[in-house]
């Protein structure tokens, strides 16, 4: 049961975007749309940013945004904040399991 | 409001077990799958188990297959883990996070819990 690869680090400065990769398998990532992202600030548990590779949960800021093509989903955050600053998580279903991506840190500079 | 509280983390020895428990308030308990999730320390999340609604269905990680069991009791709305054979591996933060509600989807985690630490060491 591998992880899921997404880069250890992205960086952007107030206002611009960033997208932050996760990348499966078709047994994952590519063979279900139930991709979500997760927000974890140190110390905090994770918070559910979107669901189902593009919805967004009642509360989330519409800068944050998700795609999927072919075994590759992405989170885009658009006007970053130097709140946005935290660690993102992917994760996928795979049939009767679920698999994490190894995290993501968003450093706002 | 809805909220989930982790308890019965603790420092124990390899080879031993442990349980851990998660109460559930402010929703229907009984009609949400629900899920252990780990994190080590400084590590990256790792989905452990998760239980169907109904406690009829039960699905592990490899990792903790045969070792740990998850179960619940949706009348006092609290799921366990009971977790044997410990492993200097099994170290970390255990959450217990709620299944996505129809808006954003069942395979998703909406709600989590704020974690109980559990130490394997000798």
């Known amino acids: 049961q591998s992880a899921l690869t997404q880069p250890r680090s992205v960086s952007g400065s107030p206002g611009q975007s960033v997208t932050i990769s996760c990348t499966g398998t078709?047994?994952?990532?590519?063979?279900?749309?139930?991709v979500s992202w997760y927000q974890q600030h140190p110390g905090k548990a994770p918070k559910l940013m979107i669901s189902?590779?593009?919805k967004r949960p009642s509360g989330v800021p519409d800068r944050f945004s998700g795609s999927k093509s072919g075994n590759t989903a992405s989170l885009t955050i658009s006007g970053l904040q130097a709140e946005d600053e935290a660690d993102y998580y992917c994760c996928s279903y795979a049939g009767s399991r679920w698999v994490f991506g190894g995290g993501t840190k968003l450093t706002v500079l | 409001q809805v909220q989930l509280v982790e308890s019965g983390g603790g420092v124990v020895q390899p080879g031993t077990s442990l349980r851990l428990s998660c109460a559930a308030s402010?929703?229907?308990?009984?009609?949400?799958?629900m899920h252990w999730v780990r994190q080590a320390p400084g590590k990256g999340l790792e989905w452990v188990a998760a239980v169907s609604n109904d406690g009829n269905n039960k699905y592990y990680a490899d990792s903790v297959k045969g070792r740990f069991t998850i179960s619940r009791d949706n009348s006092r709305k609290t799921m366990d883990l009971q977790m044997n054979s410990l492993r200097a591996e099994d170290t970390a933060i255990y959450y217990c996070?709620?299944?996505?509600?129809?808006?954003?989807?069942?395979?998703?985690?909406?709600?989590w819990g704020q974690g109980t630490m559990v130490t394997v060491s000798s």
């Open positions: 402010g929703f229907t308990f009984s009609s949400y799958g």
């Open positions: 078709s047994s994952d990532v590519g063979g279900y749309n139930h």
């Open positions: 189902d590779v593009s």
């Open positions: 996070a709620k299944e996505g509600t129809g808006a954003t989807g069942w395979a998703a985690f909406d709600i």
